[in-house]
Nanobody, 123 residues
Framework: DVQLQASGGGLVQAGGSLRLSCAVA????????IAWFRQAPGKEREGVAC????????VYSDSVKGRFTIASDNAKNTVYLQMNSLKSEDTAVYYC????????????????WGQGTLVTVSS
């Protein structure tokens, strides 16, 4: 079974930082695309960042580029999302998702999803 476990959400003030973690099991970690998505109330889900650790392929949405960093720890099968300079518009439920195959693309379908973790940014 593929399992993704997201954690690390919470309440933070605007301008602050938060780090999310996604523990992955059941996928060939280094050769899989692991991504963070988010969904704000009343909005569609959007891709935030994606990584394939074996080839250092990373993709970011324009809305977080320069503020968020995705990284992986192959020894722990865990992907992190470091979020800096947080804004109120970053408030959302954040989900991690995984797919077999070493390609990060928002056009591909991610078949495996974890539960969400809520990030609330107060202004």
């Amino acid at each position: 079974d593929v399992q993704l476990q997201a954690s690390g959400g919470g309440l933070v003030q605007a301008g602050g930082s938060l780090r999310l973690s996604c523990a992955v099991a059941g996928l060939t970690f280094g050769n899989s695309a692991i991504a963070w998505f988010r969904q704000a109330p009343g909005k569609e889900r959007e891709g935030v960042a994606c990584i394939v650790s074996d080839n250092d392929d990373t993709v970011y949405s324009d809305s977080v580029k320069g503020r968020f960093t995705i990284a992986s720890d192959n020894a722990k099968n865990t992907v992190y999302l470091q979020m800096n300079s947080l804004k109120s518009e970053d408030t959302a439920v954040y989900y991690c998702a995984g797919d077999r195959g070493p390609l990060c693309s928002w056009h591909k379908k991610f078949y495996h999803w974890g539960q969400g973790t809520l990030v609330t940014v107060s202004s």
